[in-house]
């Protein structure tokens, strides 16, 4: 019984992707994007990479993402409109670059510009990473081990 359930979620998620990627459809817009997602099937995610952004993201384990769930307690830099499990790039040569090992872990990264990177590494349970870069060049290098940990960036360059 377990199988079906398994197929089925792992079918909504690439779809969810496929619909991502497919809402930019302008040719100027919707060129060279790059995405790889490993995940398991109960992971939340909702991705938006635009026109020559790079996106590799790795999940292990279970209810990381949290798309449509709610932030814990987050700085004030932070109200910008980001969900959980959100993936966000505008603008071109941005990357993102993340490895998610455990369960029940929220992030999210939004990047507007170009020649952002943001990488970062989350092992444990129950982790909270954001990363907010806008303008050109920022780079954000996290990496949390153990449980309940919480980590915010937010940078802006002109």
Do not use: Y
């Amino acid at each position: 019984m377990k199988t079906p359930l398994k197929l089925s979620l792992i079918a909504h998620f690439f779809c969810v992707i496929a619909l991502s990627l497919g809402f930019d459809t302008a040719a100027s817009a919707a060129q060279d994007n790059v995405v790889f997602v490993s995940t398991e099937t109960s992971n939340t995610l909702e991705v938006h990479p635009e026109s020559e952004n790079t996106l590799s993201l790795t999940i292990s384990g279970d209810n990381n993402g949290g798309f449509g769930q709610s932030w814990p307690a987050l700085p004030a830099f932070a109200s910008a409109p980001i969900q959980p499990g959100m993936l966000s790039q505008t603008g071109s040569g941005n990357q993102i670059d993340m490895t998610i090992l455990g369960s029940d872990n929220l992030f999210a990264v939004l990047q507007n510009g170009t020649n952002n990177h943001a990488v970062g590494q989350i092992s444990g349970t129950g982790n909270t990473a954001l990363v907010i870069q806008t303008g050109h060049g920022n780079m954000a290098v996290f990496q949390q081990q153990g449980n309940g940990n919480s980590v915010a960036i937010s940078q802006s360059s002109w």
